[in-house]
């Protein structure tokens, strides 16, 4: 057996299924240790936007050699879980991820102490909530969280997007008009049939389809989480903040988000906090690496990996706050 052999097989992972109960949702999700005794300090995986959960990549193995645990579970109606997470709001996710936490705080093999989050995207809402609310979070890690509320951040990316994909100026900003009254609608208590129905004119325009939520349904959540404002929540946090962007993100502005984050972090007198633009990375702080000039796919560098140096900055940010 090679010396590479037998280190994984000493070292490798132990993934265990977990599940808890949130109200009527039996979510379940991986745990996954260190190999050596605990207990460990654990990080809970936060999902973005959209279906998805348990499947974090190359994350837990990388946190577990660090000796850093994790959570990843299924959100409801996705995998095992049950549930449907379409009928979520963000306050709704974040009492989710407190149970989540709670349920692992009791396990033996975990120090209930030192339970990080990390979120992305949508995620990184989701999970400083639930940090402003709970004082049983150690750490938190945002990736590409913006600081700003939903019309600005959706205003920002048709204004990026758009362009991308050829349309023109006066498309750009009929689509900006048409989410600002949108939003205004559904803020209001319209009913997202009703204001769906009040779109027909441009149900059909070519740049419709990069509108945030195209059918009823998909506008009855964006009808969720539009009045959210993250500042009053960012200035609530009292654990350690990681907040880490893409140079290259045409989602959220991230120019922006960094001044609101560190007027909020500086009002608040928080004392421990890094935030950090990753250079030429995009949403998902990825960078381009095919050849000729780099490609953004739908906001996304295709093909791209994870920028280098990003893993590392986070896991060695986890291991001084939780570390053991």
């Given at each position: 057996?090679?010396?590479?052999?037998?280190?994984?097989?000493?070292?490798?992972?132990?993934?265990?299924?977990?599940?808890?109960?949130?109200?009527m949702?039996?979510?379940?999700?991986?745990?996954?240790?260190?190999?050596?005794?605990?207990?460990?300090?654990?990080?809970?995986?936060?999902e973005?936007?959209?279906?998805?959960?348990?499947?974090?990549?190359?994350?837990?193995?990388?946190?577990?050699?660090?000796?850093?645990?994790?959570?990843?579970?299924?959100?409801?109606?996705?995998?095992?879980?049950?549930?449907?997470?379409?009928?979520?709001?963000?306050?709704?996710?974040?009492?989710?991820?407190?149970?989540?936490?709670?349920?692992?705080?009791g396990?033996?093999?975990?120090?209930?102490?030192?339970?990080?989050?990390?979120?992305?995207?949508?995620?990184?809402?989701?999970?400083?909530?639930a940090?402003?609310?709970?004082?049983?979070?150690?750490?938190?890690?945002?990736?590409?969280?913006?600081?700003?509320?939903?019309?600005?951040?959706?205003?920002?990316?048709?204004?990026?997007?758009?362009?991308?994909?050829?349309?023109?100026?006066?498309?750009?900003?009929?689509?900006?008009?048409?989410?600002?009254?949108?939003?205004?609608?559904?803020?209001?208590?319209?009913?997202?049939?009703?204001?769906?129905?009040?779109?027909?004119?441009?149900?059909?325009?070519?740049?419709?389809?990069?509108?945030?939520?195209?059918?009823?349904?998909?506008?009855?959540?964006?009808?969720?989480?539009?009045?959210?404002?993250?500042?009053?929540?960012?200035?609530?946090?009292?654990?350690?903040?990681?907040?880490?962007?893409?140079?290259?993100?045409?989602?959220?502005?991230v120019?922006?988000?960094?001044?609101?984050?560190?007027?909020?972090?500086?009002?608040?007198?928080?004392?421990?906090?890094?935030?950090?633009?990753?250079?030429?990375?995009?949403?998902?702080?990825?960078v381009?690496?095919?050849?000729?000039?780099?490609?953004?796919?739908?906001?996304?560098?295709?093909?791209?990996?994870?920028?280098?140096?990003?893993?590392?900055?986070?896991?060695?940010?986890?291991?001084?706050?939780i570390?053991?």
């Open positions: 057996m090679s010396l590479a052999t037998l280190r994984d097989v000493l070292l490798a992972p132990v993934r265990t299924a977990v599940s808890f109960w949130n109200g949702d039996r979510l379940v999700g991986d745990l996954v240790l260190p190999a050596w005794q605990g207990p460990h300090p654990v990080a809970v995986f936060v973005g936007a959209g279906p998805g959960g348990r499947d974090q990549g190359s994350w837990p193995d990388r946190l577990a050699a660090a000796g850093i645990g994790s959570l990843a579970f299924d959100k409801p109606g996705c995998g095992e879980s049950t549930g449907d997470w379409t009928q979520q709001t963000l306050q709704d996710r974040a009492a989710e991820v407190l149970v989540a936490v709670e349920a692992i705080r396990l033996p093999e975990v120090d209930g102490q030192t339970v990080a989050l990390i979120g992305g995207s949508q995620g990184a809402w989701v999970a400083s909530l940090a402003a609310n709970s004082r049983d979070i150690a750490a938190l890690v945002m990736s590409s969280g913006p600081a700003v509320g939903v019309l600005s951040q959706e205003f920002y990316r048709l204004g990026r997007q758009l362009p991308a994909h050829g349309f023109s100026r006066d498309e750009v900003s009929l689509a900006q008009a048409l989410l600002r009254e949108r939003l205004r609608r559904l803020l209001a208590g319209a009913h997202p049939e009703e204001v769906y129905a009040a779109e027909a004119a441009c149900h059909n325009a070519p740049w419709y389809g990069f509108m945030p939520g195209t059918t009823p349904e998909e506008m009855a959540f964006v009808a969720r989480v539009a009045g959210f404002d993250p500042v009053p929540v960012l200035a609530a946090i009292g654990c350690p903040l990681l907040a880490l962007y893409g140079q290259d993100d045409v989602f959220i502005p120019e922006e988000s960094l001044r609101v984050l560190e007027r909020t972090l500086a009002a608040s007198r928080h004392d421990d906090h890094d935030l950090v633009v990753v250079p030429h990375a995009d949403h998902g702080l990825r381009f690496t095919g050849d000729g000039p780099p490609q953004l796919v739908y906001g996304h560098y295709s093909p791209g990996e994870i920028a280098p140096g990003v893993l590392e900055l986070i896991v060695t940010w986890l291991d001084r706050r570390g053991r």
